[in-house]
């Protein structure tokens, strides 16, 4: 399966997911879905995330709390989860605030390892 | 039940939970309760986390996502479950890498409301 058809396989099995896209840290996405118009500058949203995940990095480098795994952010409008693939990669999944979380984090774990070789 | 009491009841009702704390932005906890003896320096922690969330608020202020209401960290060695409580303050759970963080999540949840209340 190729990156694109696995973002979009995540995002339509998700309840409330709208988009799913592979970024780097500076902010320029490798490739990306959108299953739902969404009301969200998605190229600011990018950068705006990959700067919110460098800082993340640096936190957890400095409280020696080991690689950072998995974030997510929750606001009044939207949940997303967003899961490291490697040194420089990252995929983001963003959905509904009332989306179904739980299934979306697992299904970004489930498919990472297998993004992850595909981009190695 | 005072703030640090439950505090107490969230970490210790929670599989691998270690410690807990309020802290404000600036990175200056109000209060804090450790259930077991981490190997990571607190203080360090606070500030590194206080730092995360300005940014995260600031960016999801950019997206116009709406107002931030949860976030967490997961890295090889813990997972952190953050509730912002109200515009100077938040809550932060911290559990081990296989702690349970559903419940954790839920319990910040359950006690925001309760928490606010006591500091308003």
Redesign the interface.
Known sequence: MSLRDTLRSIVEKVDGGLAAMIMAYDGIPVDEVCVEQT???MQ??SV??A??LK??KR??E?????????????????CVAIRVLNEELFVVLIMK?DGNF?KGRYLLRLNSFEMAQELS
């Open positions: 009301e969200f500058d600011l949203l705006e995330y700067t919110v800082e993340i936190s957890v400095v409280i020696k709390a080991g690689d950072m795994e998995e974030v997510s952010i929750t606001t009044k409008q939207t605030r739980g």
